[in-house]
């Protein structure tokens, strides 16, 4: 007997193939330093070196009221803004869609901003799969009308709620589980390169019970927790933001951080954030401090580092040592 | 008796000037091509190393990523194989007269993490270095200023990005045609190379022989340049990954036939032949597709006349000639 024979594996890429270029990266740079989506705050655009980068995945993880949503709101009002200026498409899994808190984050002047806002509900990972296909589609050929702009900014809040449900812990589901990872993340990262789109995923934590399992691990609300999903999504991602809050013992004030966890363009580094009724912005470090000597140096430093050249020497230091 | 010995010698004469025509600089050995070990050794040791940026990676490595060879950089997320790629592909462009290859680089890319302006980082990063190595070769050469800008450096990076396993491949198979073209490139990078083998493989054995076929052909690369059979237009017809990959692991010969599975070292039975047909033929990949009485009733009903060449490669080009090409790649597929 002849072994049977090997299953089809599924066509992932239903461009047209045809023969490989290369491209040049020097043509890229202009593009790639323009192409950025602005957080909406200059302090944590410049923690993010100008926002986050088109053509890749974001993650943004965090425990439940860290302000993720939040976050992902307010970038969906914003892209049509930015020098993007695009419409965003919203998949939520997270039931239901916080349409009260998106109506007020946006501008009263600016009511249309909401037309730039396609929400779409996903329900399974195969869902996902299907509605990718379909906005493939409507990435590919957008629609002539001119107070309808482009999507390139999608956003999937969020991916954990999606796998947590229907998959059990049995060797046999992880696998399954996985594999669906990655396939969702190369149609995500498929999307995002031949569109130019920013991709932005949101993630739940879970507890970290026993040693250290090689995923990012942070403290949150007094207890160590890491991103959900594992190693294996931690692959599948480019660029992880980690937002973590801690509650003081008695004032019951919250104080947010954000964190960049791993990044290809960015050094390790944490900044404050807050969630006002107007939206999240982040906090100066100078605020915090009392030494009013070091309040000086980093008024003068934000003074003289309006520009991503500052940032980008420190974090040459960082990780180009000598040859 | 007389003659058999006479043409054998005349074959050897001729075999014999063949030789001195082909490759008469080999100094020693009898097989052309063959080196000793004497040569090996001094060929190694008078090869230059692409540097990882730091020292202390250099010496573990000893002295740096080595040409010739495939290495493989592994980590969880985070931990720095992106930029230790980025690093690379900048050092290997290091010129000359400061220590280093002077070669380009090929980066192909299958998760979307190279960040141009990181690089551009990165090529400003190494060229302060090179300036506090080397203050005094350039205050005297001032020609080599031009040299060192960003901007060259990023323009010696040929960047390949890839979306699909498929893609990945065919990037692969073009890589000979495109080296042979680009002389200069000293280094190739892959990151990561089995992103796209993480899902829809649900065969775990297809997967590793796609991928150990792929590997192969990285190594052949990286030792010479020369150029075989192209490949590379399988991939440009629109055809289900089923057959492509069939297609593809056929001409490497790589299909799961029992001579194959014998080879793995798998049992598989005392019965060694064809289960198509009846004559007493071992199932091999040869066979399968051509002598076989089944196959080309199967090749005569879609229109297909094959010649009788044992060759394979001359009886696809003679084919592929014969019929109109996008016909024939059509019905093959």
């Known amino acids: 007997m002849r072994p049977p024979a090997p299953k089809p594996p599924l066509a992932t890429s239903t461009y047209n193939q045809q023969e490989p270029r290369p491209e040049k990266p020097l043509l890229l740079l202009a593009s790639s330093r323009a192409a950025k989506l602005s957080l909406g705050c200059p302090l944590l655009d410049r923690f993010l070196s100008g926002g986050l980068p088109a053509a890749s995945v974001t993650e943004i993880a965090g425990e439940s009221a860290a302000g993720k949503t939040q976050l992902c709101l307010q970038l969906a009002l914003l892209a049509p803004l930015s020098p993007l200026s695009s419409s965003s498409l919203f998949l939520y899994s997270d039931l239901p869609f916080p349409l009260r808190r998106l109506r007020l984050l946006a501008p009263k002047s600016r009511p249309d901003l909401l037309d730039h806002v396609l929400v779409a509900a996903v329900h399974s990972p195969s869902d996902l799969l299907s509605l990718l296909s379909r906005a493939q589609h409507h990435l590919a050929h957008p629609s002539r009308s001119p107070n309808r702009l482009p999507i390139r900014l999608i956003l999937l809040d969020s991916i954990a709620s999606l796998f947590r449900s229907d998959f059990d812990a049995s060797p046999a589901d992880l696998k399954r589980r996985s594999g669906l990872f990655f396939k969702i993340s190369a149609k995500l990262k498929e999307l995002a390169y031949r569109h130019q789109c920013v991709v932005v995923v949101t993630n739940q934590v879970v507890d970290v019970v026993e040693g250290n399992t090689g995923n990012t691990v942070a403290w949150s609300s007094g207890r160590q927790v890491s991103p959900a999903l594992g190693l294996a999504w931690a692959n599948c991602v480019n660029t992880r933001l980690f937002l973590t809050r801690e509650v003081d013992g008695n004032g019951g004030s919250v104080k947010r951080h954000m964190k960049v966890v791993f990044a290809p363009h960015l050094p390790e580094r944490t900044c404050e954030f807050v969630i006002r009724r ?11 401090s009392n030494n009013s000597s070091e309040v000086k140096a980093h008024g003068y430093y934000l003074e003289s580092d309006r520009t991503r050249k500052g940032g980008s020497n420190q974090h040459k230091q960082c990780t180009h040592t000598s040859i | 008796m007389n003659t058999e010995i006479q043409e054998a010698s005349d074959i050897l004469k ?3 000037s063949a030789n001195k025509l082909k490759g008469a600089e080999e100094p020693s050995g009898v097989l052309r091509g063959a080196q000793n070990a004497w040569d090996l050794l001094s060929d190694e040791q008078s090869q230059k190393h692409i540097t990882t940026g730091s020292g202390d990676l250099n010496s573990i490595l000893g002295g740096g990523i080595h040409c010739k060879e495939v290495t493989e950089i592994g980590g969880v997320p985070g931990v720095g194989k992106t930029q230790l790629g980025i690093q690379l592909a900048i050092n290997v462009q290091i010129p000359v007269e400061y220590g280093g290859l002077g070669g380009k680089a090929v980066y192909i890319d299958t998760e979307g993490s190279f960040m141009v302006e990181r ?6 990063g190494c060229i302060s270095d090179i300036m506090e190595y080397f203050p005094y070769r350039h205050d005297k050469a001032s020609s080599g200023r031009e040299h060192l800008q960003p901007e060259r450096f990023l323009a010696d990076i040929y960047y390949f990005r890839v979306c699909s396993y498929t893609e990945q491949i065919a990037v692969i198979n073009y890589l000979e045609k495109f080296l042979g073209e680009h002389k200069d490139v000293r280094i190739i990078i892959i990151d990561s190379v089995t992103f796209h083998f993480r899902q829809d493989f649900d065969d775990l054995a297809l997967r590793t022989r796609v991928l150990s076929g792929l590997s192969l052909k990285l190594m052949k690369l990286s030792k010479t340049y020369n150029v075989a059979l192209s490949l590379s237009w399988i991939w440009r017809y629109r055809c289900s990954n089923k057959l492509e990959v069939f297609v593809w692991l056929f001409f490497n010969d790589r299909l799961n036939t029992k001579d194959m599975q014998e080879r793995r070292n798998i049992f598989v039975g005392d019965d060694r032949f064809c289960v198509l047909c009846n004559i007493s033929a071992s199932e091999d990949h040869d066979h399968l597709f051509w002598p076989c009485p089944f196959r080309r009733s199967c090749w005569s009903s879609i229109g297909i006349q094959l010649g009788s060449h044992s060759d394979l490669n001359t009886l696809i ?8 090409a996008g016909l024939f ?4 597929l």
């Not at chain 2, 790649?329 to 093959?332: A, M, Q, T």
């Open chain 2, 317 to 324: 080009s003679g084919v592929k000639d014969t019929a109109s």
């Open chain 2, 14 to 16: 001729v075999i014999e």
């Open chain 1, 278 to 288: 107007t939206g999240v912005f982040g906090v100066e470090p100078a605020q915090r």
């Open chain 2, 329 to 332: 790649s059509e019905k093959l």
């Open chain 2, 119 to 124: 690089v551009y980082q990165i090529a400003e």
